[in-house]
């Protein structure tokens, strides 16, 4: 069901997409536009794991650099059936983690310094395992492109309210009053909480197969329950934007939130998130 969700939200994602091009310049503008978002998605599909691992200032560790994650990332990639990712360290006291890359041979995940502190060993196991199963759902390339979708769709929302203020188009060619406020109020709103929409559909699932690979969805509850308290509690991390949120395993701007915090949230509720891996967790134990 949340696949199926997936592929509903990115194709209206690129209709959006594909409209505000039309209101702007007709057939020729949706064609720009859809120009556009192929071009994107290639980008996003090639460059984007480079360009958010140095956005984040991240470092590549081996075993010997450090031993006990590369075994907790070696273990859990075996037993999903994945190719070993790269593993890096972020210098951040803030506890949190995020896996990147464009397919499972391409992949890399990546922790702070404050998780690895803050959690024991299963619970690391827990976090890592949900980010593995992002790796074997093919999450992160399905956010990256959506948020990068979404992006552009404000970006180009905001050149046409420049160009309503500077007159450079008529309510004729503009498609009207109406059409107006589609294109540059209503389409990136839209937009945006698609894009959160398909970020949080994709967390029940990579919590779910998380679960099953560290072997108890209660190391991954507790490890999630510390890193929403730090979440709630802490500074936002210092790098971290709203480009690069989605990927986190908790929100690392939760403490940001506004009143909308569930229509423009990345993540589902921790809470409800727990709730479901202690019923799992209850579930594989009534099974065993």
């Known amino acids: 069901m949340n696949i199926f969700k997936t592929v509903i939200l990115m194709a209206l994602l690129s209709g959006i997409m594909i409209a505000v091009g039309g209101s702007l310049g007709g057939s020729y503008g949706a064609g720009i536009m859809l120009i556009i978002s192929l071009g994107m998605n290639f980008f996003s599909y090639w460059f984007s ?15 010997n650099d450090a031993p006990q994650l590369y075994e907790i990332v070696s273990n859990l990639a075996r037993k999903a059936d994945l190719p070993m990712p790269k593993v890096y360290i972020i210098d951040s006291e803030v506890p949190n983690a995020f896996a990147t890359g464009r ?5 890399a995940v990546a922790v702070t310094t404050g998780i690895m502190k803050v959690l024991d060993y ?24 959506a948020a990068a979708m979404a992006s552009v769709i404000s970006m180009v929302a905001q050149i046409a309210q420049w160009g309503a203020i500077f007159g450079s188009r008529s309510d004729e060619e503009n498609g009207g009053g109406l059409g107006f406020l589609v294109t540059a ?37 507790s490890a999630l329950e510390k890193i929403e308290y730090y979440a709630q509690h802490s500074a936002p991390m210092p790098q971290a934007g709203t480009a ?28 409800e998130r727990i709730a479901k891996l202690h019923e799992q967790s209850l579930k594989l134990s009534a099974g065993r």
């Open 103 to 107: 397919n499972p041979s391409h992949a």
């Open 49 to 63: 794991d480079t360009i958010v691992l140095k956005s984040y200032n991240a470092r590549e560790v081996t075993a």
């Open 185 to 221: 109020i209503v389409a990136p709103i839209a937009a945006t909480i698609i894009q959160l929409a398909i970020s949080r559909s994709r967390e029940y699932d990579a919590d779910k197969t998380g679960g099953e690979l560290c072997g108890n969805p209660n190391y991954l509850a």
């Open 244 to 271: 690069t949120a989605h990927m986190f395993i908790v929100n690392p701007l939760e403490n940001a939130k506004t009143v909308f915090k569930n229509l423009f949230s990345t993540h589902p509720p921790t809470a």
């Open 122 to 145: 299963n619970e690391i196991s827990g976090v890592l395992g949900h980010e593995l199963a992002h790796v074997k759902h093919r999450d992160i390339l399905t956010g990256t492109i």
